[in-house]
Each structure stands twice: as structure tokens, then as C-alpha cells.
């Protein structure tokens, strides 16, 4: 696994762009139906926010909305030219370019907010990008973060006993590791996944020298052999797929 497959696999794997931007909104924010009130994308005008892998860039987009001021950047030329698309369309300013997590091209103690939802738990070095994440953070600033949750009912079912079991892919010789790399994602082939418990995730973010952590689980779903992301009523909401971490910068 290399960097270079890692960016291969997200250039042909951009969460959605596959419709316009308002149908795309409405589907992300049915789905994770929990996001406005996780991240109150709305507290931050005024404030200098990163995202980091922006993707489709309709989080991006949400932050300016609301009167940030928005720099987002991707590893992936197709989500970066796809968010700049977005921003044009909805006349939103803001700097959008290519970049690595590890290695990001801002001065140190610049933002207030870097927002980073989906990304960390895909990045094999992920200790190096939380280092950069914590230089351009001004004092106090936030890092406001999604990671795969361990302790999860789509991780022990849909992933291990689906795709290790039922597809065999213990059989196949594949490790605990392998499996959840290619069926964490909505196309196999993704190069690298990792699943935090709950202590790790606060590990995490407090040996990269953040404080007044929070984590929260969300979204109760699971993948089945033919549609993804199935909402589950009343199960434990502690069985959730997404860790919400927030952290403040020493």
C-alpha cells in the first residue's frame, strides 16, 4: 500500500458527486442526520475553519454558508475541482486546493476550526497528520473529527461477519485488518481503514496534545449484502458506526 494508491482509490471513490449539489446535500444530511447538531456548522462566522478531505465539498460549503471563512483541502484532484464547482455555484468564497493531511501548507496557529469527518481512520500515519492538525490550530482552537468506531454493530457484523464469514474472506486468507479495509467503503478495493474504540479515539487526540475531549457516537446503521447503510431503530445508540471527537488545542 503506498500513498499513491491510497489517492488513486478516493480519486474514483468521491462520496457524493455523483448528482447536484442540492439532491447530494439533502441525501448527506438525511443520511447522517445528526451532523447540524454535532457540528453546528452555523457557530463558526467570522472564523477561520479548515476542512481537511473535503470531498464532495458540501460540508465545506455548509461552514461559508454560514459566514466562515473556509479553506478546504483534498489529496484527490477530483474533489477539489468538484468543490470548487460547488462554491462557484453557490457563489461562496473560499480557498480550496490539494493538499496532504500530513504535510499541510498553512503557517502555524492560523485557524480556529479544522474539521476533518471521515479522513483520519484513513491515513496510516495518522499520529503525523494529527501533529499538523495541532500546529495550525490557534490556542483553544477546535479540531472537530469523525472516526470508525470499533465497539459498533456494522463493524462486528457487517464488516467482520459479512465480509469475513458469509464472503469468506477469513477463508480467503485475508486478516481482521484486510477485511476492514475493503468492506468499509461502498467500493472494494479501499487500500486502508481503521476502527477506534472510544479510549483510543481520546488517545488519540490527547497524546497529539488537545484537551476538553468529547466523544460522542452516532449513526446506528449497518451495511447488509445488498444496501448500505440501513438504519436501525432502537438499537443502543453506544452501537453506533461514527465517533464525533472534539478537541481543543493546549
Given at each position: 500500500m503506498t500513498r499513491k494508491d491510497?489517492?488513486?482509490?478516493?480519486?474514483?471513490?468521491?462520496?457524493?458527486?455523483?448528482?447536484?449539489?442540492?439532491?447530494?446535500?439533502k441525501l448527506r444530511y438525511e443520511l447522517q442526520d445528526y451532523m447540524f447538531d454535532s457540528f453546528e456548522f452555523d457557530k463558526f462566522k467570522g472564523k477561520k475553519v479548515l476542512e481537511i478531505g473535503c470531498g464532495s465539498g458540501i460540508d465545506s460549503a455548509e461552514f461559508a454558508k454560514n459566514g466562515a471563512e473556509v479553506y478546504a483541502v483534498d489529496m484527490s484532484d477530483k474533489a477539489v475541482?468538484?468543490?470548487?464547482?460547488v462554491f462557484e455555484g453557490l457563489k461562496l468564497k473560499g480557498k480550496i486546493s490539494k493538499a496532504d493531511a500530513t504535510n499541510l501548507p498553512f503557517e502555524n496557529d492560523f485557524f480556529d476550526l479544522v474539521y476533518v469527518y471521515g479522513v483520519l481512520h484513513h491515513i496510516p500515519v495518522v499520529e503525523k497528520a494529527?501533529?499538523?492538525?495541532?500546529?495550525?490550530?490557534?490556542?483553544?482552537?477546535?479540531?472537530?473529527?469523525?472516526?470508525?468506531?470499533?465497539?459498533?454493530?456494522?463493524?462486528?457484523?457487517s464488516i467482520l461477519y459479512l465480509g469475513g464469514v458469509v464472503l469468506k474472506g477469513f477463508n480467503k486468507g485475508l486478516t481482521e485488518k484486510d477485511i476492514l479495509a475493503r468492506y468499509s467503503e461502498g467500493k472494494v478495493g479501499n487500500p486502508y481503514s481503521r476502527v477506534y474504540s472510544v479510549d483510543e479515539a481520546k488517545r488519540l487526540f490527547y497524546t497529539s496534545g488537545f484537551n476538553d475531549i468529547i466523544?460522542?457516537?452516532?449513526?446506528?446503521?449497518?451495511?447488509?449484502?445488498?444496501?448500505?447503510?440501513?438504519?436501525?431503530p432502537n438499537i443502543p445508540k453506544k452501537l453506533g458506526w461514527h465517533l464525533i471527537v472534539k478537541g481543543s488545542k493546549v
Amino acid at each position: 500500500m503506498t500513498r499513491k494508491d491510497i489517492c488513486d482509490y478516493w480519486n474514483n471513490r468521491t462520496p457524493y458527486t455523483w448528482g447536484n449539489y442540492q439532491s447530494m446535500r439533502k441525501l448527506r444530511y438525511e443520511l447522517q442526520d445528526y451532523m447540524f447538531d454535532s457540528f453546528e456548522f452555523d457557530k463558526f462566522k467570522g472564523k477561520k475553519v479548515l476542512e481537511i478531505g473535503c470531498g464532495s465539498g458540501i460540508d465545506s460549503a455548509e461552514f461559508a454558508k454560514n459566514g466562515a471563512e473556509v479553506y478546504a483541502v483534498d489529496m484527490s484532484d477530483k474533489a477539489v475541482n468538484h468543490t470548487k464547482k460547488v462554491f462557484e455555484g453557490l457563489k461562496l468564497k473560499g480557498k480550496i486546493s490539494k493538499a496532504d493531511a500530513t504535510n499541510l501548507p498553512f503557517e502555524n496557529d492560523f485557524f480556529d476550526l479544522v474539521y476533518v469527518y471521515g479522513v483520519l481512520h484513513h491515513i496510516p500515519v495518522v499520529e503525523k497528520a494529527m501533529d499538523e492538525i495541532h500546529r495550525v490550530l490557534k490556542h483553544d482552537g477546535k479540531c472537530f473529527a469523525m472516526l470508525y468506531h470499533k465497539d459498533s454493530l456494522l463493524y462486528y457484523y457487517s464488516i467482520l461477519y459479512l465480509g469475513g464469514v458469509v464472503l469468506k474472506g477469513f477463508n480467503k486468507g485475508l486478516t481482521e485488518k484486510d477485511i476492514l479495509a475493503r468492506y468499509s467503503e461502498g467500493k472494494v478495493g479501499n487500500p486502508y481503514s481503521r476502527v477506534y474504540s472510544v479510549d483510543e479515539a481520546k488517545r488519540l487526540f490527547y497524546t497529539s496534545g488537545f484537551n476538553d475531549i468529547i466523544v460522542d457516537i452516532e449513526y446506528p446503521v449497518i451495511d447488509t449484502t445488498t444496501e448500505r447503510k440501513v438504519k436501525i431503530p432502537n438499537i443502543p445508540k453506544k452501537l453506533g458506526w461514527h465517533l464525533i471527537v472534539k478537541g481543543s488545542k493546549v
